[in-house]
T-cell receptor, first 110, second 111 residues
Framework: AQRVTQPEKLLSVFKGAPVELKCNYSYSGSPELFWYVQYSRQRLQLLLRHISRESIKGFTADLNKGETSFHLKKPFAQEEDSAMYYCALSVPGAGNMLTFGGGTRLMVKP | KAGVTQTPRYLIKTRGQQVTLSCSPISGHRSVSWYQQTPGQGLQFLFEYFSETQRNKGNFPGRFSGRQFSNSRSEMNVSTLELGDSALYLC??????????FGEGSWLTVV
């Protein structure tokens, strides 16, 4: 069965510092990887997905199949980036079923 | 367009009772999924419905069930409630293969 691990429950950085939220997964095939974000009092929303290779709000993530990782990065953190971040994956043939990591709370201090 | 709508937003039930939660997907979306979110277990997939058929099912006991109607609206039911069922229940909808959109959730407290 597939699994997603986010080793850090809390990540605290200062404004303007680089940010990297780690995500590792286990799955023998070729999954699709996502990052979801939940701002305070808002619903869970898609931040980015690896197949689109987009940069959203300055965030990027690269799928490393060798290390089975999909870390989320941003060169300069902003206070409005403070939120809960979830890494998730879906596998072929499983419809829209997502397997989520435990989440990382990012706090950006002024 | 309107987002995924879930009702009720908050409810309190007693152990042993049953509860039904409702979800209205985004117009045109035929896939509806349900997730349970708790502090201890995080976000866990319950089941997915597509065109009124259950397409995937997570690892939850049979007390958790769901259905989807011809208009794509979905309900989930939990029977014989236990204290551990207290959680945020999230509904998500998608047009197949595309972005999954989440609702705000239904907060269930079992006392």
């Amino acid at each position: 069965a597939q699994r997603v691990t986010q080793p850090e429950k809390l990540l605290s950085v200062f404004k303007g510092a680089p940010v990297e939220l780690k995500c590792n997964y286990s799955y023998s095939g070729s999954p699709e990887l996502f990052w979801y974000v939940q701002y305070s009092r808002q619903r869970l929303q898609l931040l980015l997905r690896h197949i689109s290779r987009e940069s959203i709000k300055g965030f990027t993530a690269d799928l490393n199949k060798g290390e089975t990782s999909f870390h989320l990065k941003k060169p300069f953190a902003q206070e409005e980036d403070s939120a809960m971040y979830y890494c998730a994956l879906s596998v072929p043939g499983a419809g829209n079923m997502l397997t989520f990591g435990g989440g990382t709370r990012l706090m950006v201090k002024p | 367009k309107a987002g995924v709508t879930q009702t009720p937003r908050y409810l309190i039930k007693t152990r042993g009772q049953q509860v039904t939660l409702s979800c209205s997907p985004i117009s045109g979306h035929r896939s509806v999924s349900w997730y349970q979110q708790t502090p201890g277990q995080g976000l866990q997939f319950l089941f997915e419905y597509f065109s009124e058929t259950q397409r995937n099912k997570g690892n939850f006991p049979g007390r958790f069930s769901g259905r989807q109607f011809s208009n794509s609206r979905s309900e989930m039911n939990v029977s014989t409630l236990e204290l551990g069922d207290s959680a945020l229940y999230l509904c998500a909808s998608s047009s197949n293969g595309n972005t999954i959109y989440f609702g705000e959730g239904s907060w269930l407290t079992v006392v």
